[in-house]
């Protein structure tokens, strides 16, 4: 059973930076594209991009592109999502994501457990 | 943020018949496959419904979709208690060229 496990709960001052880490077990790391969605309090989800474990590729929602960064390393099976120049509006529950293999590959039955990021300034 | 949209909250008795529903446009519900999740507090999201009516394994029947034009509909029949949750509807965007989610409906059992 593949399980994303995510780095803990940050806390960043406005205009900072902040990495988060989404580790996958099993052996099919290679085999599925990562999403990233975020949950700021008592909104829906918002997806923010993916990024493909095997060749690197990324592709970041519009709203996203220019401030958040998605990267991996393979000889530990853990994607990452950097977000720059935080606002307060950032605050919010950060999840990575994988699809369900018999969808389109847009909807996500396997989710790390999220990071809470806090911005205050 | 959120593109779809949902009532903000629905309620039943146990055993009763909850309809969920949520309005799109053209080009997500429109022109593409919808998905549900359902989330408990503190805990991440749960897919209960792809491809419009498709249940991941281990999802009860009681849980069903469809969809009609730029609207789509989850079911929750025979409501249980455990059903008490937040509802959220997917699509994917042609515009955003990613999932929009809804706004989520909270249902409550009475």
């Known amino acids: 059973q593949v399980q994303l496990e995510q780095s803990g709960a940050e806390v960043k001052k406005s205009g900072a930076s902040v990495k988060v880490s989404c580790k996958a077990s099993?052996?099919?790391?290679?085999?599925?594209?990562i999403h990233w969605v975020r949950q700021a309090p008592g909104q829906g989800p918002e997806w923010m991009g993916w990024i493909n474990p095997k060749s690197g590729g990324t592709k970041y929602a519009q709203k996203f592109q220019g401030w958040v960064a998605m990267t991996r390393d393979t000889s530990i099976s853990t994607v990452y999502m950097e977000l720059s120049r935080l606002r307060s509006d950032d605050t919010a529950v950060y999840y990575c994501?994988?699809?369900?293999?018999?969808?389109?590959?847009?909807?996500?039955?396997?989710w790390g457990q999220g990071t809470l990021v806090t911005v205050s300034s | 943020q959120s593109v779809l949209t949902q009532p903000p909250s629905a309620s039943g008795t146990p055993g009763q018949r909850v309809p969920i529903s949520c309005s799109g446009s053209?080009?997500?519900?429109?022109?593409?496959?919808v998905n549900w999740y359902q989330q408990l507090p503190g805990t991440a999201p749960k897919l209960l419904i792809y491809s419009i009516n498709q249940r991941p394994s281990g999802v009860p029947d009681r849980f069903s979709g469809s969809k009609s034009g730029t609207s789509a509909s989850l079911a929750i029949s025979g409501l249980q208690s455990e059903d008490e949750a937040e509802y959220y509807c997917a699509a994917w965007d042609d515009s955003l060229n990613g999932p929009v989610f809804g706004t989520g409906t909270k249902v409550t059992v009475l």
């Open positions: 994501a994988r699809p369900h293999s018999g969808s389109g590959g847009e909807a996500f039955d396997i």
């Open positions: 099993g052996n099919t790391f290679a085999g599925y594209y």
């Open positions: 053209s080009s997500n519900i429109g022109s593409n496959t």
